[in-house]
């Protein structure tokens, strides 16, 4: 190690000390059982923040003064979610190093200090009980300074492979919570916890108490908080065809963003209608009019399919990290909860014969519905937040 980096680890290890002893003086000080505050940190997309969203209204349900922040990256979706849902939130500069070489990679490992001084100053200023990160790479910096501040850390992974960050915060956090069984193969030097992924509570109230007012079969097409192109486009050309075999669906489509006005064009060219939005606030509401869901498998999004015991037709986004939305969707297909179609084999020919199928049998629907639902784990917060209270005791 070079003397200039020599220098700068003891500098942040001091200020580390430094930290640890104030954040223990202080919470000592407030030690009030019916207050807790807990910083979730993560994001970069909604699979990692709608978990955690869920994971605070549970402790917000126990306890009378409870005081969550969230840190993120600067995603202005993430910003929007959390103003709307009234939870404060601090950002970080901090950008993930994956897939990144040359003089990019380089920036992105040289900015690493500041944002690990970014989280000192957070930390600092909250003194949290906890700290939680939720995957992505904006927790990273924020579960290491917890770390040496002394301050009790936990980390939860969503989907069956884990990701960069989780993995090596894995081998530092005091405890680790996994979606699926089979993460645990992926987490070296760690004894993580099988909790299952939160799902809000408000969704899946949502879905039970919602009435059906339109008559037929419904198809809510989902791509994620941030869309999918590739699905858009075929769901159209499958709903032309699905129009010419006097079959049309009633049709609630997440177009994302980007893709909303291309969407929009694409249905009016061909002739075909549905609700299109580019993101859907009442997914309680949209899940309880559906009966059948086509999207991606973001680990959110199989979650929510499980607990909610819905049946899918599932492609996966093809670039995700280490395939981990192909493995999601496996899992759910190798229990005869969804059908898979991988993007190189997607066309409106292929998903408007799987759609007409299952309009066709609404047992084989029914029943796919009932295997989803037996690998769902509901109760997934509450698991989540009975571990993080033995953290702070």
């Known amino acids: 190690m070079t003397s200039l980096g020599q220098f700068l680890a003891f500098r942040v290890c001091r200020f580390a000390y430094t930290l640890r002893y104030c954040a223990r003086k202080a919470a000592i000080l407030n030690a009030n ?50 103003s709307r849902l009234g939870y404060p939130q601090e950002a970080i500069q901090v950008k993930g190093i994956k897939g990144r070489g040359g003089r990019e990679g380089f920036m992105v490992l040289f900015s690493l200090p500041y944002s690990l001084f970014q989280s000192f100053s957070i930390l600092r200023g909250f003194s949290p009980h906890l700290v939680l990160g939720m995957g992505g790479y904006s927790s990273g910096p924020v579960c290491v300074a917890a770390k040496l501040m002394g301050i009790p850390t936990a980390i939860h992974e969503q989907n069956s492979f884990p990701g960069l960050t989780n993995r090596l915060l894995a081998r530092v956090v005091d405890r680790v919570f996994i979606s699926w069984a089979i993460s645990e193969e992926h987490l070296s030097g760690s004894t993580p916890r099988l909790t299952g992924n939160p799902v809000r509570e408000e969704l899946i109230a949502g879905a039970d108490v919602y009435e059906r007012t339109k008559p037929g079969f419904t198809v809510l097409v989902v791509g994620g908080s941030l ?23 009633n049709v609630i489509h997440q177009s994302g963003e980007t893709d909303y006005d291309r969407v929009v064009r694409d249905y009016e060219e061909r002739g075909i209608k549905g609700d299109i939005v ?65 993007e190189k084999d997607l066309s409106g020919e292929v998903l408007s014969g799987l759609l007409m199928k299952y309009m066709d049998d609404k047992t084989a629907l029914e029943e796919m519905g009932k295997c989803a639902a037996r690998v769902g784990r509901p109760d997934a917060a509450k698991v989540i937040v009975d571990h993080l209270e033995e953290m702070r005791s």
């Open 33 to 82: 059982k019916n207050e807790i505050r807990v910083i979730i940190a993560g994001g970069g997309t909604g699979g990692h923040l709608f978990p955690g969203i869920a994971i605070a209204k549970e402790l917000e349900k126990r306890y009378s003064a409870a005081d969550i922040r969230f840190v993120i990256g600067r995603r202005k979706m993430e910003s929007e979610i959390l």
């Open 227 to 249: 869309g999918a192109r590739a699905v858009n486009k075929a769901f159209a050309a499958a709903l032309e065809i699905l129009k010419t075999e006097g079959k049309m669906p």
């Open 278 to 342: 580019p993101f859907i606030q009442d997914m309680g509401a949209a899940y309880g009019r559906a009966d059948l869901v086509v999207g991606r498998a973001g680990a959110t999004t199989v979650s929510e399919l499980a607990v909610l015991g819905k049946p899918s037709i599932l492609v996966p986004y093809p670039f995700a990290a280490n395939r981990h939305q192909e493995i999601n969707a496996r899992m759910l297909v190798q229990e005869g909860g969804a059908r898979m179609i991988l």
